[in-house]
């Protein structure tokens, strides 16, 4: 069975950073591409960020582009998101997610993870 597990949530100020992780187990990491999404409370899930099964090619959604780096380590089946100068508009739960290839959309993602908070406060 697949699984997500995401960490590293918190609470943080304005300017701040936090670095998410999401491991993978049930599967062999490297065979799926891996999305970032957030959700804030009343709002849609949303896109964040992609990387593909190798690493060698990553995706950000416009308004963290510049502030967001996603990043694997396939030897500890982990995904990676560095977030910095963070805002409060980032405030969101984080959810990491499986897909065969880059998309914005959920519908196109296999598998999820239950989800980290991030709070920034101002």
């Known amino acids: 069975q697949v699984q997500l597990v995401e960490s590293g949530g918190g609470l943080v100020q304005a300017g701040g950073s936090l670095r998410l992780s999401c491991l993978v187990s049930?599967?062999?990491?490297?065979?799926?591409?891996t999305g970032w999404f957030r959700q804030a409370p009343g709002k849609e899930r949303e896109f964040v960020s992609f990387i593909s099964r190798s690493g060698t090619s990553t995706y950000y959604a416009d308004s963290v582009k510049g502030r967001f780096t996603i990043s694997r380590d396939n030897a500890k089946n982990t995904v990676y998101l560095q977030m910095h100068s963070l805002k409060p508009e980032d405030t969101a739960i984080y959810y990491c997610?499986?897909?065969?290839?880059?998309?914005?959309?959920?519908?196109?993602?296999?598998?999820w993870g239950q989800g980290t908070q991030v709070t920034v406060s101002s």
């Open positions: 049930g599967r062999t990491i490297g065979s799926y591409g």
């Open positions: 997610a499986d897909s065969k290839g880059f998309a914005v959309v959920t519908a196109a993602y296999d598998y």
